[in-house]
């Protein structure tokens, strides 16, 4: 069994940066794919981004792409996202997720097939 904890998030004003945490615990997540997505309140759980089990290979929402960067530590057991010009629209619970069918494809945006979740972390974005 996987535990996954995000930290990182708060209250920023806009253009300002954040970097969420993902820590897992029970089991290595070396050989899975991670993922991070995010729910705004009355909306769908979208996908951010998303890396290989080496960090070869990346994926990114459109609409984060050249803002957020996704990254990982696998000695540590923990995935990094670092949010950088942050918008009001990003404001969301973000949350970390693995991946368990793949290692090497990093390009599933589909929330439905990541089989570990964390708790989420509030992100709040100010204008």
């Known amino acids: 069994q996987v535990q996954l904890r995000e930290s990182g998030g708060g209250l920023v004003q806009a253009g300002g940066s954040l970097r969420l945490s993902c820590a897992a615990s029970g089991r290595t997540v070396s050989s899975y794919v991670m993922g991070w997505f995010r729910q705004a309140p009355g909306k769908e759980r979208d996908f951010v981004a998303a890396i290989n089990w080496s960090g070869s290979n990346t994926s990114y929402a459109d609409s984060v792409k050249g803002r957020f960067t996704i990254s990982r530590d696998n000695a540590k057991n923990t995935v990094w996202l670092k949010m950088n010009s942050l918008k009001p629209e990003d404001t969301a619970v973000y949350y970390c997720?693995?991946?368990?069918?793949?290692?090497?494809?990093?390009?599933?945006?589909?929330?439905?097939?990541?089989?570990?979740w964390g708790q989420g972390t509030q992100v709040t974005v100010s204008s």
């Open positions: 997720a693995a991946d368990t069918t793949y290692s090497n494809y990093a390009g599933r945006s589909n929330w439905r097939v990541y089989d570990y």
